[in-house]
């Protein structure tokens, strides 16, 4: 009641609970934060997080150095036993629907992610984290990323590469230095391990990353809609409220709205659609905000 505003008899007081949840989800954009400006905090957060994996998490990914992020990867944590501001966290990740989207991720994305348990696996495919060859690569090759598995199989395309156990190309005489014994198979491992990827994920699907997608974008621009560049950092993949079914609903939503026409043309085409928005007074009663929709010249 309280919350309301006063027009409607309330004293237009603020949620105690949103604010919380809000402070709870910035302090999270700061855990997700991946690159040089990384918290020295998030590091201890990660290696709690990691020995608090549940058995099957702990069952798929027995070195803890495979465990990554579990929002990039398969694996969860039992929540009693993190710190309780670390436990809030991650259950407020559930609550909002926090996690990795990225339409069309850049081939810098892609190996970038983590190799083993990977979250855009093929959820139809057999999972070869345990594999004997998989093994090979996590122990010998200390293979970590997508990257990495993307590496390993680049001697396959070589002319001079044989799928035999005594290849003396000069990729496996280097794998036999790392006390590898079947080097032809691991790579013909690291290959399969990115097959199970959904090809979204996939970087061999990908082209390389230009220049000018790496750039940061300009603070001011004089367009009053632009396509968002590309996502080539892990720490700019990161999306809020994306299971946002579960906000559709109000319990004050208004009712008896007129029924929608139907749509003309293909309605299964995909259209990709750009919105901007923009807000003033922020925070105070008087509030106001607006946006706009562009999906292409003269609305086509």
């Given at each position: 009641?309280?919350?309301?505003?006063?027009?409607?008899g309330?004293?237009?007081?603020i949620?105690?609970e949103?604010l919380r949840?809000?402070?709870?989800l910035?302090?999270m954009?700061?855990?997700?934060?991946?690159?040089k400006?990384?918290?020295?905090w998030?590091r201890f957060a990660?290696d709690?997080a990691r020995?608090?994996?549940?058995k099957?998490g702990a069952?798929r990914?027995?070195?803890?150095?495979?465990?990554?992020?579990?929002l990039l990867?398969?694996?969860d944590?039992v929540?009693?036993?993190?710190p309780?501001y670390?436990?809030e966290?991650m259950?407020?990740?559930?609550?909002y629907?926090?996690?990795a989207?990225v339409?069309?991720?850049?081939k810098d994305?892609c190996?970038?992610?983590?190799?083993w348990d990977h979250?855009?696996?093929?959820p139809?495919?057999?999972q070869?984290?345990n594999?004997?060859?998989?093994?090979?690569?996590q122990?010998?090759?200390?293979v970590?990323t997508?990257g990495?598995?993307?590496?390993?199989t680049?001697c396959?395309?070589?002319s001079?590469?044989k799928l035999t156990s005594?290849?003396?190309?000069?990729?496996?005489k280097?794998?036999r230095m790392?006390q590898?014994?079947?080097?032809?198979?691991?790579?013909?491992?690291?290959?399969?391990?990115?097959?199970?990827?959904?090809?979204?994920?996939?970087?061999?699907?990908?082209e390389?990353?230009?220049?000018?997608e790496?750039?940061e974008?300009e603070e001011?621009?004089s367009?009053?809609?632009?396509a968002p560049r590309?996502?080539?950092q892990?720490?700019?993949s990161f999306?809020?409220f994306?299971?946002?079914?579960?906000?559709?609903s109000?319990?004050?939503?208004?009712?008896?709205l007129?029924?929608?026409e139907p749509?003309?043309?293909n309605?299964?085409e995909?259209?990709?659609?750009y919105?901007?928005?923009?807000?003033m007074?922020?925070g105070?009663?008087?509030?106001?905000?607006?946006?706009?929709v562009w999906?292409g010249?003269?609305n086509?």
């Amino acid at each position: 009641m309280l919350q309301k505003p006063v027009s409607k008899g309330g004293k237009n007081l603020i949620s105690l609970e949103a604010l919380r949840d809000a402070i709870g989800l910035m302090r999270m954009k700061v855990y997700l934060n991946y690159g040089k400006s990384h918290s020295i905090w998030t590091r201890f957060a990660d290696d709690l997080a990691r020995r608090a994996i549940t058995k099957e998490g702990a069952r798929r990914l027995p070195k803890e150095e495979l465990r990554i992020n579990l929002l990039l990867q398969n694996w969860d944590i039992v929540g009693n036993q993190l710190p309780a501001y670390l436990s809030e966290l991650m259950k407020l990740s559930k609550k909002y629907g926090v996690q990795a989207e990225v339409q069309d991720p850049t081939k810098d994305l892609c190996r970038a992610m983590p190799a083993w348990d990977h979250f855009g696996s093929d959820p139809h495919k057999r999972q070869l984290n345990n594999v004997e060859c998989s093994k090979c690569l996590q122990s010998n090759y200390e293979v970590k990323t997508i990257g990495d598995l993307e590496d390993m199989t680049k001697c396959i395309e070589q002319s001079n590469h044989k799928l035999t156990s005594n290849c003396d190309c000069q990729d496996c005489k280097v794998d036999r230095m790392y006390q590898c014994t079947k080097p032809v198979e691991c790579a013909d491992q690291a290959q399969k391990v990115l097959d199970t990827l959904l090809p979204k994920w996939n970087p061999k699907l990908k082209e390389e990353t230009t220049p000018e997608e790496e750039q940061e974008p300009e603070e001011e621009t004089s367009e009053a809609f632009k396509a968002p560049r590309k996502i080539t950092q892990l720490k700019d993949s990161f999306r809020v409220f994306t299971n946002a079914q579960e906000y559709k609903s109000s319990p004050e939503a208004p009712t008896g709205l007129r029924e929608e026409e139907p749509l003309e043309g293909n309605r299964d085409e995909q259209t990709t659609v750009y919105i901007g928005g923009s807000a003033m007074n922020s925070g105070s009663a008087n509030a106001k905000s607006g946006g706009g929709v562009w999906h292409g010249e003269n609305n086509e």
